[in-house]
Each structure stands twice: as structure tokens, then as C-alpha cells.
């Protein structure tokens, strides 16, 4: 296939490994003390365990698969509340597929279509604007979920259903924003990380300069990487010589997508309908400050929060749940106490066991950092 | 049983006339452009005519035509064919109803034939159940009898006996089938799950996924237009062919629903095995690979309804690679793996990168992912 078979080149990945292995080499670090380097966006880890990445690497370099799985942090109590909403007469719930399983405090949206609520997976929020014209009699509530990647097209939505004066459709929403994350980790005590993989989709719609921090503040090196597998070497490669060289830039591997000021009608889109708010919840990592939107005052009534009665409980993680160690690269996915036994994809206690893009998900599926060719 | 259908239709038809060429419906006493009501499910005349004039004129079979509980079969002539008798069933509940390469009929007795066939028996008999929606056309009933009917003729099978049901509507969806079958196994053929072996070689007998992504694509919930067909297609011929040309097949498995990854961890596990695929090796469509980088989908977890899992002692891959190619269900058969010692149960790939991976079994359904 034209444009992707190119980027999953065996011989070149090949080439890029040997030159990984030498830096690593070069940098003086092996198994005993690995440079750890985190992908912050869950399509990376995705691509990672599909094309079996972590098993090809030297020993010397730890992946530590960051929080953006945006389906994974969403907390149980935002789901408890998109229940109560699912549940409510009238609503047509419509939602990206993969977020119908995620477990809340007593069911899944899954769950909740099993009992009657009327929830349908779409592939775009303008689907469920469709769904909105075609059922007039019926609320039409989008899950509005996901980070700066689907927020645009949440945002233009509301303002096409605006401009069509569709009173019956809203988004409940729970988009947020990766930078303030990156920013609490990095302020973790007890984190140890050498670099950053940034998330390619992210930056496309806001650009590299917003990483700028990372390098200036905090001295680490950042590359904002693309999703093929050699995007993924390579930006691991030009971390590895950021290290190497005692540099710490934000530097742009994925340049056929990422522009440096990202996309300007995208991001406009998104300040006319969203506003930060004060802090939002996120599941592992707790409330993290200025890390979610909501629809501005001006879009009151496309929120479907300020429509709907919900719970807004805030729920604790389980107490024995160490997902946030695990997020912050402190513990491997097996280190976790729960790991295989009382948390699995069929029954996950935890975020991370959730989405296929979750860093326990993929482990278990794919065997993680113990599918070497000694396996 | 090409054997056998001229008997019956001395025996029965008693007029020495091809039954295909008389039992066509002359009258039709069920009006066009009508719908199905409850009333064709009462037990009284409606529920008669629309069976005689639906299902007995399609299915046009002597067994069937005389309208009793039960079909009545001659166990000699069976016994004359094998030592084992194989019994099957499966319900089809496929959205939408028809489908680029296919429909529910069709898939009914390919999917039920083929069930029959990967354990080496040569397929008979059909029953068919059918589950009607109130309000479905009685053109769209007759449409599905019809394909019915004329994939059971291709396969060489008969459907031999049926019920039908309506229920009210939004009791079901549309129209479910269900179709059970028969056949004999043939003395000295063993297939089995628990019979792979290390260095076996595991064959698929063409491109996988095609029936899961046009189903997903006909479903027009996503405005991508593909030229993906589905692969539906009764497997029994493809499978004598093989076991001529490779008689120590081990294991034989249709890869319907969950695909080649479900039936290759079902494989490893009875059989206490490892498998190892190479991703490279696997044949995949690309409009098929196109649809599941869009979607985020693995083609090894889509389903298929014409293609068959194969695991084949090494000496004899060659034979069954050069069996399987020759006959038209199975020109793009390839090897894509191999039967290893352990961990058992554990299927893992040397994906396209060099790298090596977990080929689990799926949780749930697969589902598109967000980003």
C-alpha cells in the first residue's frame, strides 16, 4: 500500500536499530540503568506492540508508555455520568466505538445499551448531528472524548449545528488537553525520564511550540514522532542523539503532517467553542489543573452537562489500582500487583487495562517487553 | 451425493422429468409486493401457501415437498458412503441481509456446509428455520429461499426439512436463519484440533478478512466506498481437492467469526502447541487492508466465510499448496506459519518490522478505534 508499506521497511528498520544500539552504546547506559523514554500518545504504544518494537530494542532503552490513551484516563465517575445521561428517556447516546466498554462505577455504556439505553457507535461527531436532524423528537448527546486530535472536530460540529439551528443535539464533553499532563508528570517526584516521543496528531493541530517548556524548563528532549514504525525509530534515534550530543530541543520528526504553528483553523474552532476549566479529572493521575474543555457560555446549550442532571461523583481509583506508578514509567505493566490477575481486558480494574491502546491492554495482548527472540 | 439425487428423484418424482425443471412456481398464490404477517405464522392457509410457495418451490426437493414433521432418510445408502455420521448447526443473524458477494441465504448453507466439510464430511442434508419479522416483503423472503436454494444445488445438498415463524415487530431483526446439517464422514479420515504437531505448517486458503469488511462496509455507517466482496462460498470441493492432494491434513477450520486468530489460539490450545506466523506471508486484499488502517482493525480478527485454516504435516505442504492453487477457492493459499513446540496455547508473529508479537484472542468485538 502506497505510503505505508514505505515506513514499515524491514531493512531500514534494521539499519535504524543498529545505529540505536550504537548510541545507546555511545550514551553508556545498559539494562542495569536504562534511558527511559516516554511516548506520551497511545497510538504509539499501539503501533509499538502491533509491529513488536519494544522486543527489537537495545537493552539499554525503557519505553514507558505515558497517559495518552484518551479513553483509558477518563474517570469512572464521567462515565458513571455518560450512563445516567444514555439512560435518560428520550437520549440517543452516540459514542466512538471503543469507548462503549469502559467500565463505571456499576456498568459500560454496554452495559447500558444491554438494558435498554439507546447508544450507537458513530465514527464522527457530525454522524451523530446526522443522527440529530434524522431523530428531531429524540436528544441527540455526542461523547465528546479524546485529546486537541478530536477536539476540533467536536468543536466544528457544534458550530454547524449552530449555524443550522439543531436544538436537539449536544456534546457531553470530556476532551482534554495533553500539555498540562506532560507538565504533571514531568513534576513528579519520583520520575526518571530521559526524553519524550510527542504525540504526532496532537501537534498537527497545535503545533511543536507549545512542547517548548519541556526542553526549556525542564531539560528534557522531546521529538514529535509520526505512527509507522520507522516514524517511531527514527524519533527514538533523534532522541538518542539529542542525549548523546547534551542537547534538549523539541525537535519535529513527523514534518510531513506536523506543521510547527499547527492547524490556525482548527485551533480557532476550538477557542470559539471551548473554554479550559479549572480542573479535570483524570483516571490514575488524579485532578490535574487547566487539563480539560467545555463548551464556552455562549455554547450553554450544546453542553450536554449543563442540559442533564448527573451524578458528577468524583470516584476514587481502587486502592490496590497503580496505574498512576505505571503511567509515570515507576513501574512495568507485570510490576503492577493486579496485573493479569484481578485486572485483565475482560475485567480491567484499572485505566490502563481498558482501551487497546492502554499500556497493561497491549502488554497483555501482545506480550510487552517480554516478546524478545529469547521468548 | 450426486450419486444419490438420481434415486430420489426416481423413487419420488415418479415422472421421470428433471424436478428442477417442474417444481419452478407456476401459480404464484402469495401476491407480489406483499408483506409478512402474523398471520402466516397462524398454522392455517396463510402460513401453508407461503411456505409451499416460498420454500417448497425454491428448495424443490421430493423429502421436503410432502410436507411432513420430518425428512425420512435411507440409512444404507448413507452407511454405503462412511462410518461416521457429522450433524451440525448454526444461526445467521447478518445486518444487512444482503451483502456484496452474498446475502443470509447464501451464507446459510455455505456457512453450515462448510461446517461440515472441515471435518472431513462429505455435506447431505439441510434443514433450514427461518425467524420472520412481521412486515419483511414476502419478495425479500423469496429472494433469500431463492439463493438458499441455488447455493444448496451448487454445494449438492438438499434441504430436507424447515420451520418457519413470525414474530412481532422488533422481536427480531428482520429475518434470522437457521440451518443444522448433515453428513458422512468418510472410514480412516481424521481431522482434529488436538492433532497439530511442532514443525506442521499452517496454510490459509486465500485472502483473509473479506467477508468482516464488507459486511462493515455495506453497513454504511462510514462513507468509504470499496470494491470489497464478500467471500462467502461453500468450501467442500476446495477440501477434497486438498485432502487428494495432502491426505495427512491434521486440521481443517473455516475462519468465520474472529477470524484466523481465534481459530489458530483454539488450535494451539487443544493441541498443546505454539504457532508462529509470518505476518509478510499473510494474504490480505488491499482494498481489505486499506478499509482496517482506516479503522484501526486487524484483518486477522476479521471474519471470513470461504476460507479455510489448514495445518499440514511439512512433507506434505508443497502437495496441499499445489492442491489448494488449482482449484478456483483457493488460488491465493499460502503458508503463513509454522506449528512450533510451546509455550502452548501461545500464537505469536514476526511482524513485517522483524519484530515478534502476541496474536491473542479478542475480548469482545473489535472495534474502531478513536485515534
Known sequence: MKYVDEFRDSAKAAALLSEIEALVQAIG??????????????????????YGIEGMLPAG?????????????????????????????????????????VPGSQKSLMQAKADGADVRIVYSPMDALTLARAHPERWVVFFGLGFETTMPATALTVLQAEREGIGNFSVFCNHITIVPTIKAILDSPDLHLDGFLGPGHVSMIIGTQPYEFIAGHYNKPMVVAGFEPLDILQSLWMVLRQIKDGRCEIENQYARVVAEGGNAAALDAVGRVFELRDSFEWRGLGAIAHSGVRPREAYARFDAERIFAVPNASLADPASCQCGDVLKGVLKPRQCRLFGTACTPETPVGALMVSSEGACAAYYRYGGGAMTDAA | MRRLLPLWRRRYDG???????????????????????????????????????????????????TLDDQARVDLAALQAMGNRLAFTTDSYVVDPLFFPGGDIGKLAVCGTVNDLAVGGATPLYLSCAVIIEEGLEIETLRRVAHSMAKAARKAGVSVVTGDTKIVNRGACDKLFVTTSGVGVIPAGRHLDADLAEPNDCVLVTGCLGDHGAAILAARGDFALETPIVSDCAALHGLIAALLKGAPETRFLRDATRGGVATVLNELAESSAVGIELTEADLPINEPVRGLSEVLGLDPLYLANEGKLVAVVPEAQARAAMAALRGHPLGSDAAIVGRVVAGPPGRVTMRTVLGGRRIVDMLVGEQLPRIC
Open chain 2, 15 to 65: 415422472r421421470g422429468v428433471s424436478t428442477l425443471a417442474l417444481r419452478r412456481p407456476a401459480a404464484v398464490a402469495v401476491r407480489s409486493g406483499a408483506t409478512v404477517t402474523l398471520s402466516h405464522g397462524a398454522g392455517g392457509k396463510a402460513m401453508r401457501d407461503l411456505i409451499r410457495d416460498v420454500f417448497v418451490a425454491e428448495f424443490d426437493n421430493p423429502l421436503l415437498a
Open chain 1, 29 to 50: 547506559r545498559d539494562a542495569t540503568r536504562p534511558l527511559q523514554i516516554m511516548e506520551v500518545c497511545g497510538g504509539h504504544t499501539h503501533s509499538m506492540f502491533r
Open chain 1, 61 to 101: 532503552i525503557e519505553l514507558v508508555h505515558g497517559p495518552g490513551c484518551p479513553v483509558c484516563v477518563l474517570p469512572v465517575g464521567r462515565v458513571d455520568d455518560c450512563v445516567a445521561i444514555a439512560e435518560t428517556d428520550g437520549v440517543i447516546l452516540a459514542t466512538f466505538g471503543d469507548a462503549i466498554r
